[in-house]
């Protein structure tokens, strides 16, 4: 499956556009990396177990997102984009939507 931020594919004619796709993920912060960043905060540094913890949730919001395109019958996501907001203290999520779309 194709992902592009962009709303066109180079070399690619889209012929269909099948309509909007998106996937989602929601996590919630642990007591063990709560103490390891807290320490970070202190001295200062990368938080590195939230940064991690942000990169499995964008790839499960991702794979997420490709299924739904898939049961469509796309070839390809346009116009992809990623949303971040926190649904409650100590927890985020991660948003990704595009538009699913099929080529000649």
């Not at 909007?20 to 709560?34: C, T, W």
């Amino acid at each position: 499956m194709l992902l592009a931020t962009s709303d066109v594919i180079a070399g690619k004619d889209i012929i269909d556009t099948l309509g909007l796709v998106r996937g989602n993920s929601v996590q919630s912060r642990n007591i063990g990396r709560d103490m390891i960043a807290g320490l970070r905060n202190i001295v200062g540094g990368e938080m590195k177990e939230y940064a991690e913890m942000l990169v499995r949730s964008r790839e499960i919001a991702t794979q997420a997102m490709i299924e739904e395109a898939q049961q469509m019958g796309a070839d390809a996501i346009v116009g992809v984009r990623y949303a971040t907001s926190s649904v409650m203290d100590g927890t985020s999520e991660v948003l990704v939507y595009g538009t699913a779309v099929r080529f000649k």
